[in-house]
């Protein structure tokens, strides 16, 4: 599977978009991109995950470049509740085929 | 719905002792995980189960580290003997296996001492 690069850390300011970029230059052609967040202590969640098109649903949107050499999670309103770890993460296959290979992630805080 | 159900939340051994986590995953996901994480980074995989068969084990130190899944619903995770370096949150997820989502339970924190 193809690795991910993020940033370690980022803030936001309450109301406002966060936007999260992931670099994955060596993604192949059948990879997918996923998001995941991890709020403290609890387990990861999952938030979306696109191939090559955008995608949107009621958490986020996924900005994929038409090269697909990287992505952007966009939280259009974050709230205090967004903050959380967040991983972009690039695999094989659907469903339960291929595995998730889990990142540091960005570390986003969001603030009043 | 009930989530991914994992107990203890908490354990404490001192090192040298076996330990067990248990896994009830969400009513109807035939695919199980197992996930250690260790602090400041991300869940590593330790084993999937696909109904009661592990179909990817590749990860899990076999030496002290042993899984199960007898019926195909709730699983266990063992440890025997516990080291130092075991210290970590141990994950447990569940899916359909066509479904783009696992979900997550809380975890179980685990210190060796």
């Known amino acids: 599977d193809a690795k991910t690069t993020q940033p370690p850390s980022m803030d936001c300011a309450e109301g406002r978009a966060a936007n999260l970029p992931c670099n994955h230059s060596t993604i192949s052609g059948n990879e997918y991109v996923y998001w995941y967040r991890q709020i403290h202590s609890q387990g990861p969640q999952y938030i979306i995950h696109?191939?090559?098109n955008n995608e949107t649903n009621e958490m986020a949107s996924l900005i994929i470049t038409e090269d697909r050499k990287s992505s952007t999670l966009i939280l259009p309103h974050a709230t205090l509740r967004d903050t959380a770890v967040y991983y972009c993460?690039?695999?094989?296959?659907?469903?339960?085929?291929?595995?998730?290979?889990f990142g540091k992630g960005t570390k986003l805080s969001v603030k009043p | 719905e009930a989530g991914v159900v994992q107990s203890p939340r908490y354990k404490i051994i001192e090192k040298k002792q076996p330990v067990a986590f248990w896994c009830n995953p969400i009513s109807g996901h035939n695919t199980l995980y197992w996930y250690r994480q260790n602090l400041g980074q991300g869940p590593e995989l330790l084993i999937r189960y696909e109904n009661e068969e592990a179909v990817d084990d590749s990860q899990l130190p076999k030496d002290r580290f042993s899984a199960e899944r007898l019926k195909g619903v709730d699983s266990t995770l063992k440890i025997q003997p516990a080291e130092l370096g075991d210290s970590a949150v141990y994950l447990c997820a569940s899916s359909f296996p066509t479904s783009e989502e696992q979900y997550f339970g809380p975890g179980t924190r685990l210190t060796v001492t």
């Open positions: 696109g191939l090559k």
């Open positions: 993460i690039v695999r094989v296959g659907r469903g339960s085929q291929g595995n998730l290979i």
